[in-house]
């Protein structure tokens, strides 16, 4: 298979982290005898030093261009107190909606040889493996009227002409607006009932139905759409609800789908299930290009160290290998490979608790080699 990749990546520990990715993958080329060509682009704060701006035309042109892109991630503190526009994170947003990707994939599972990692006890990740399908181009963080208003909107009217938008520091009150639209929900209900049956076959759709509309329209069309699926079990639940049993019970979901802001805050909670935000891959879906990302930021903390843990990256290419590519043994093969070396005892310092026997530190590129001999080796 010949397979065309653009590589963004990005800031901080975004560079590091994808460049572990990358050996990987071509690894993964060479054992397969796949043929995989990598372009790389500019993105986030890179652009914005490069070209002044965060996502460039051109970049957008390279990620239409090839089957798939992998990033590493955006921002900094340099670029903080730039306006909204020319902040990195903007050029993110930006090429989700350039790609079209209305879903992102974030699973949550545990590595047996990690359990110790998670701030939870053993017994209760015991068995964790979730998906979060989060709708990703509607709700709050888009819908409008959007801003901020003067002390005459305090009363709700925000849509009178007289309440003209202001800048926040003449604010009285900043607004936002929650809203789905019938097909929007049905088409990320539909697709977390394709990844569904590729599993356990069991969702659970989350929303804050008892209180907002949008909610009550997105658990009627779920319900809707459930009712045409026999062959999966659907479950509904309250987003607070949701939030405690990811913490009390996690094992008990299989595939959650939910909305922008919901999916955002529980991927980010799940995310602590697995020991660290190092470990988890997402993928943007259903646009015309995927994009793949580990979860976690720039991490400027650590950034230019050799610190970063690249098994986050590498993760999202083995669920690029297998959500766009079908190509199951691949995915698996450097799953295995992860799997093992974190078996053997090699941990980056983030996965490293106090005095385990048997642990050897690695730095980034030490674990990104460490994978590339499990891929070769299997
Ligand atoms: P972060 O994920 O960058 O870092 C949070 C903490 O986790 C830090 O202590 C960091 O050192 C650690 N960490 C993160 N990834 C790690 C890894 N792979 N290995 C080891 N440790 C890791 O989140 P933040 O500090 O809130 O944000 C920093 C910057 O990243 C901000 O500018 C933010 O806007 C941006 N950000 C970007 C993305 C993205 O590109 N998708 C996502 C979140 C935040």
């Known amino acids: 298979m010949k397979l065309t990749l653009t590589i963004l990546p990005g800031d901080g520990i975004g560079p590091e982290v994808t460049a572990e990715a990358l050996k990987a993958l071509q690894a993964i080329g060479q054992r397969f005898g796949h043929l995989i060509e990598t372009q790389s682009a500019l993105i986030g704060g890179a652009a914005l030093d490069a070209l002044g701006i965060p996502l460039p035309d051109e970049t957008i042109k390279t990620c239409e261009n090839s089957d798939a892109v992998l990033l ?8 903080d107190r730039n306006p909204p526009a020319l902040k990195p994170e903007s050029g993110l947003l930006g090429i989700r909606k350039a790609l079209g990707n209305y879903a992102n994939l974030r699973p949550a599972r545990i590595f047996t040889a990690l359990k110790g990692a998670s701030t939870l006890k053993p017994e209760v990740i015991e068995g964790v493996d979730l998906l979060i399908v989060r709708e990703l181009t509607g709700g709050i963080y888009f819908g409008k009227p959007r801003g901020f208003a003067g002390g005459g909107a305090t009363d709700g009217n925000l849509h009178d002409s007289a309440h003209k938008v202001i800048e926040v520091k003449d604010a009285v009150v900043g607004f936002n607006t929650e809203i789905y639209s019938v ?19 069991r969702i659970c759709s989350v929303d804050k139905a008892n209180v907002l509309e949008s909610s009550q329209l997105w658990r009627h069309v779920a319900a809707r759409l459930a009712a045409t699926c026999p062959d999966v079990q659907f479950t509904f639940m309250y987003v607070d609800n949701c939030a405690m049993q990811l913490v009390a019970n996690p094992a008990q979901f299989d595939v959650i789908v ?5 999916g955002d805050i529980l991927s980010d909670e799940a995310a602590m299930l697995t020991g660290s935000i190092g470990m988890l891959p997402s993928a943007c879906v259903g646009g015309r290009v995927p994009l793949f990302e580990p979860v976690h930021g720039s991490a400027p903390d650590i950034a230019g160290q050799n610190l970063a843990n690249p098994l986050a990256a590498i993760l999202s290419v083995a669920m690029m290998f297998q959500y766009t590519f079908h190509l199951s043994e691949e995915a698996r093969t450097l ?3 992860v799997e093992s070396v974190l078996a053997e005892g090699f941990r980056t310092r983030d996965l490293l608790s106090s005095s385990v026997p048997g642990i050897t530190r690695v730095s980034c590129n030490e674990m990104g080699d460490r994978v590339v001999n499990g891929i070769m080796q299997s």
């Open 72 to 79: 590493g991630a955006i921002g900094g503190p340099r670029w």
């Open 183 to 201: 097909g929007e929900i049905e088409r990320i209900v539909r697709m977390a009932i394709e990844l569904a049956r590729s599993r356990r076959r």
């Open 335 to 337: 799953e295995r490979a």
């Open 258 to 262: 939910t909305s922008n802001l919901f």
